[in-house]
């Protein structure tokens, strides 16, 4: 893994998107902050952090329900925020995005919908290299109702196996869901190939976009999945709110997730009437701040050159990963060509969470553990790996102490 240049492309500017993030002007332990976890959690910028507060501050009632002027203003920022996430995926209407907590309950939104019609012996695709979030949603069908799963190997470099993936078909297939791109190794999907493979086969097809979301542009059209899931939090926007993306046809079959206010047209002692997407899925009280923080985070986002800051990104990770692999005794976990800002690794006869630990007195911030990937740490035979995960406010000096802590950790735990 080398970089393929020393200095940040002249359309992207690190030093200035640092600035917007106050947060990174602290001191850990005495040394500068240094936040290479962004993989788990990304920090916000100013305009985020201070446009929920003016938004709280000037404009703020229910969405959707009032008629007085702070009722339609608070819609008008929420809704405008659904068509700011279209924009972003490049859905073809804003009808299409579903107001989630994140991408664990956008699954399990499409798990809940679908688990319905499923009957034992029906066959649902995964992969080793998906968060327990694309995991466990489907492990309650499999529990609940016989349903069957079937597991798609990665090879040595952490690349889904698309023969594994081929061969997993069979008559009784009756869903796909699979990353776009590893948490832990940062590898990327060959995300079209999987989809037109699964529309082959007459099956839908749910990406995770958790992680790709952040580093490279997303089209839905072009991709054509059927369902699309991204988080709020790893978007530099808050927690607490992500979204699902839906094909109209398929939200307008899908079963609701859950009852209350919002997601109905009329309620009677004796029946229901459910609304339209994307309202039936979004029963009670909504996320207001968060999807309105949401949105303003994506503007942010695409106010960047976004491939000048994935070719910046993955300099840095060029850069740790040559660094620690100057050592014989570490391992990189996925190494496959053209993969994400994430280097996961391990050092021989080191607890990662050791590592992790004496970084941050340093002011290091790295993730250690399974990283909620727990078929994948398996698959690599690692009981738990550190994580180094890059964003746009990352610079080359953050490389540097991180590699200046990890020399001293190592070097103590020798």
């Not at 992969?127 to 597991?151: A, D, Q, T, Y």
């Not at 398929?250 to 609701?256: D, K, S, V």
């Not at 006869?349 to 993730?367: E, F, K, P």
């Amino acid at each position: 893994m080398s970089a393929s240049f020393l200095q940040a492309p002249a359309s992207f500017d690190p030093y200035a998107v640092r600035a917007e993030f106050p947060i990174l002007e602290r001191q850990v332990n005495g040394f500068a902050l240094t936040y290479l976890d962004s993989a788990a959690s990304a920090q916000k910028p100013a305009c985020v952090v201070s446009g929920m507060a003016d938004q709280m501050r000037t404009a703020y009632a229910n969405v959707h329900r009032g008629l007085h002027t702070m009722a339609n203003e608070t819609t008008q920022s929420f809704e405008g925020a659904r068509q700011t996430i279209a924009r972003f995926l490049n859905a073809a209407h804003s009808e299409e995005i579903i107001f989630t907590s994140g991408t664990t309950e956008a699954i399990n939104l499409v798990a809940s919908g679908i688990g319905a019609d499923l009957k034992a012996g029906d066959e649902i695709i995964l992969s080793v290299m998906e968060h327990h979030s694309n995991i466990v949603p489907w492990h309650f069908l499999r529990e609940r109702k016989g349903v069957v799963l079937k597991w798609v190997d990665v090879l040595d470099d952490g690349q889904l196996d698309l023969q594994s993936y081929e061969v997993a078909f069979s008559a009784k297939t009756r869903f796909v869901a699979l990353s776009h791109m590893s948490n832990v190794t940062g590898v990327i999907t060959d995300a079209k190939a999987l989809v037109d493979m699964a529309h082959a086969h007459d099956v839908p097809i749910l990406l995770d976009g958790s992680q790709a979301a952040v580093h490279m542009p997303v089209d839905v059209q072009a991709l054509g999945a059927d369902f699309y899931a991204i988080t709020g939090h790893k978007l530099y926007g808050p927690t607490g709110i992500g979204a699902l993306y839906g094909k109209a046809d398929r939200l307008a079959a899908l079963r609701p997730y859950q009852g209350g206010g919002e997601m109905i047209e009329s309620v009677s002692k004796d029946k229901i009437t459910y609304g339209q997407a994307p309202h039936k899925f979004e029963a009670g009280t909504p996320p207001i701040l968060q999807a309105i923080g949401l949105g303003m985070a994506l503007n942010w986002m695409m106010d960047l050159d976004r491939l000048a800051v994935a070719e910046h990104e993955n300099t840095l990770a060029a850069r740790v990963a040559e660094g620690i692999l100057r050592h014989n005794d570490v391992r990189i976990i996925g190494d496959a060509p053209g993969k994400g800002a994430i280097v996961s690794f391990d050092v021989k006869g080191m607890h990662a969470h050791d590592l992790a630990q004496l970084m941050d007195r340093y002011g290091v911030a790295v993730r250690a553990g399974n990283h909620c990937a727990e078929p994948l740490m398996q698959r690599f035979k690692a009981a738990s790996t550190c994580r180094a995960s890059f964003a746009a406010y990352n610079t080359h000096e953050d490389v540097d102490r991180f590699l200046e802590a990890f020399e001293k950790a190592r070097e103590f735990l020798s």
